[in-house]
């Protein structure tokens, strides 16, 4: 089954650094992959998603991904965290839009 | 209801209780997921059902877990002979699979506390 590893489990970076959450897939066919978020008490949800396509793929909040086949990758990135941006943050991967499996999530803490 | 729905929201029970979390998907959302969260541990996907076909019951921890979905809609979820270590928050996920888009709606999590 396909499945993702989420590289480091805690990032903290500082108010306007640049963020950068690791994500990497295993897929026998081609994945979509998605990342989703989970603000403190509140419910996941999903921040964007690449299914076919342009590789780079944008999401709300000044997010965005990249899917590199090659590297079997789907890196989060933000040029400027902000304080609200703090967050767990988990990747996701399924194949033909099912049977979703997700990372064991990245908690980021922004620092004034 | 607009969003995906679980009861309770919270529960606390005593070791070796059996204990239901029920789920109530998007209306029309063929497949239905449920994970659980525990701190630390991340999102562990227990159970995936889509229409009719049978189940995929890879991710259940042990047999004193089980899940059904009746009617395509509503589902249950039970653990029986509650151990301390099933303590965390029970997540149910739906999806409208023929859409090719793949978007999980969460529901708020069901929090079990077992003494």
């Known amino acids: 089954a396909q499945s993702v590893t989420q590289l480091g489990s805690h990032v903290s970076v500082s108010e306007g650094a640049l963020v950068l959450l690791r994500c990497n897939y295993s897929s026998s066919v081609p994945p979509y992959l998605f990342w989703y978020v989970q603000y403190p008490n509140q419910g996941l949800q999903l921040l964007l998603k690449?299914?076919?396509?342009?590789?780079l793929v944008k999401g709300i909040n000044g997010f965005e991904a990249e899917f590199k086949k090659s590297e079997t990758s789907f890196h989060l990135t933000k040029p400027s965290a902000h304080m609200s941006d703090a967050a767990e943050y988990f990747c996701a991967v399924s194949v033909n839009n099912n049977d979703m499996r997700f990372g064991a999530g990245t908690r980021l803490t922004v620092k004034p | 209801g607009a969003g995906v729905s679980q009861s309770p929201s919270n529960k606390v029970t005593e070791k070796g209780k059996d204990v239901e979390l029920r789920c109530d998907p998007i209306?029309?959302?063929?497949?239905l997921y449920w994970y659980r969260q525990s701190l630390g541990q991340g999102l562990e996907f227990l159970i995936y059902f889509q229409g009719n076909s049978a189940p995929d019951k890879s991710g259940l921890p042990s047999d004193r877990f089980s899940a059904e979905r009746t009617g395509g809609s509503v589902s249950t979820l039970t653990i029986q002979r509650t151990q301390q270590e099933d303590s965390a928050v029970y997540l149910c996920?739906?999806?409208?699979?023929?859409?090719?888009?793949?978007?999980?709606?969460f529901g708020e999590g069901s929090r079990l506390t077992v003494l």
């Open positions: 209306s029309g959302h063929t497949a």
């Open positions: 690449y299914t076919t396509g342009a590789t």
């Open positions: 996920a739906s999806s409208l699979a023929k859409e090719n888009t793949g978007e999980l709606f």
